[in-house]
């Protein structure tokens, strides 16, 4: 059967994109950013993933203020990088696993989540600069990606239990697959920042280490925790981390963490980084 062998946690910063496009990884403001993922990038080569669920969310790229769904399952067999106002970033297309894609969303169906299904869809930072970080530059990724898009954009917007309870959904979908495969699940967005408003610039890092701590050892109080806290403590675009609940959620009650990098500032948000293996 399918299995999911380890969780991921990353920032999406857009500026970390344009800095690997650019050619400017080694600029004294960006080298110590790809310097903290080295370890990731090598222990994902050596796990050899078939197939990322990568939990991220689209910044008005695919999903206009019209039509805005709480999650979006992309079921293609692949996503081409969005245009975002200066044309799409110059990354390989992301290939996806159509099948084991569909089994998720009939499975999370039945388990009673709604789930807005994508035949067609581009993928913006929030998913490519990730895959930038952890899989480098190459002519194609290694690995094949199912885009799992979370509102945190428009109000409503899921609270991290539900974020959470969709991770163990997932989880028991890949589980009752019948196909061989090593499966990751990547959580990403944040960690602390703010865009606009009288907290332009806002970064908490006692949060965040506390966040990144309560992820292995207490979730429970991240999954209760309410928008008004995120938004309180994180800044308006630090409501992201829950998606990283979605991440947790799939990965059982107790887990392993290998690996946690956290970096600030990266353009004027915090940067984090976190390994997870399941211990069950």
């Given at each position: 059967m399918?299995?999911i062998?380890?969780?991921?946690?990353?920032s999406?910063?857009?500026a970390i994109?344009a800095?690997?496009?650019g050619g400017?990884?080694?600029?004294?403001?960006?080298?110590?950013?790809?310097?903290g993922?080295?370890?990731?990038?090598?222990w994902v080569?050596?796990q050899?993933?078939?197939?990322?669920?990568l939990?991220y969310?689209?910044?008005?790229?695919?999903?206009?203020?019209?039509?805005?769904?709480t999650f979006a399952?992309?079921?293609?067999?692949?996503?081409?990088p969005?245009?975002?106002?200066w044309?799409p970033?110059r990354?390989?297309v992301?290939?996806?696993?159509?099948?084991l894609a569909?089994?998720?969303?009939?499975c999370?169906v039945?388990?009673?989540?709604d789930?807005?299904?994508?035949?067609?869809?581009?993928?913006?930072?929030?998913?490519?600069?990730p895959l930038?970080?952890?899989?480098g530059?190459?002519?194609?990724?290694?690995v094949?990606?199912i885009?799992l898009?979370?509102n945190?954009?428009?109000?409503?917007?899921?609270?991290?239990n539900?974020?959470f309870?969709?991770?163990?959904?997932?989880?028991r979908?890949?589980?009752?697959?019948p196909?061989?495969?090593?499966v990751q699940?990547?959580g990403?967005?944040?960690?602390?920042?703010?865009?606009?408003?009288?907290?332009?610039?806002?970064?908490?890092?006692?949060?965040?280490?506390r966040?990144?701590?309560?992820?292995?050892a207490?979730?429970d109080t991240?999954?209760?925790?309410?928008?008004?806290?995120y938004?309180?403590e994180?800044?308006?675009?630090?409501?992201?981390?829950?998606?990283?609940?979605?991440?947790?959620?799939?990965?059982?009650?107790?887990i392993?963490?290998l690996?946690?990098?956290?970096?600030?500032p990266?353009s004027?948000?915090?940067v984090g980084?976190?390994?997870?293996?399941?211990e069950?």
């Amino acid at each position: 059967m399918a299995r999911i062998t380890a969780g991921i946690g990353s920032s999406h910063v857009p500026a970390i994109g344009a800095a690997v496009d650019g050619g400017r990884m080694a600029h004294p403001d960006w080298a110590p950013i790809f310097a903290g993922y080295e370890w990731t990038r090598n222990w994902v080569a050596e796990q050899k993933p078939d197939v990322i669920i990568l939990v991220y969310n689209d910044h008005a790229s695919t999903f206009s203020l019209d039509v805005v769904p709480t999650f979006a399952l992309g079921c293609a067999d692949s996503f081409a990088p969005a245009d975002e106002g200066w044309g799409p970033r110059r990354v390989p297309v992301v290939h996806g696993h159509s099948k084991l894609a569909w089994h998720i969303a009939t499975c999370v169906v039945l388990d009673e989540f709604d789930i807005t299904i994508m035949n067609e869809m581009n993928v913006d930072h929030g998913l490519t600069v990730p895959l930038s970080l952890v899989l480098g530059q190459p002519s194609e990724w290694p690995v094949k990606v199912i885009p799992l898009a979370v509102n945190v954009i428009q109000y409503p917007t899921p609270t991290a239990n539900r974020c959470f309870r969709l991770g163990e959904a997932i989880a028991r979908a890949v589980k009752s697959y019948p196909e061989d495969l090593n499966v990751q699940v990547w959580g990403t967005g944040g960690m602390s920042h703010q865009l606009s408003g009288e907290r332009a610039g806002l970064i908490n890092r006692e949060l965040d280490t506390r966040f990144l701590d309560r992820l292995t050892a207490d979730p429970d109080t991240l999954r209760t925790m309410s928008h008004e806290e995120y938004v309180r403590e994180a800044g308006s675009e630090g409501m992201e981390l829950i998606m990283w609940l979605t991440m947790r959620g799939a990965l059982g009650p107790r887990i392993r963490e290998l690996y946690r990098f956290y970096h600030v500032p990266a353009s004027n948000t915090a940067v984090g980084n976190v390994v997870f293996t399941p211990e069950d």
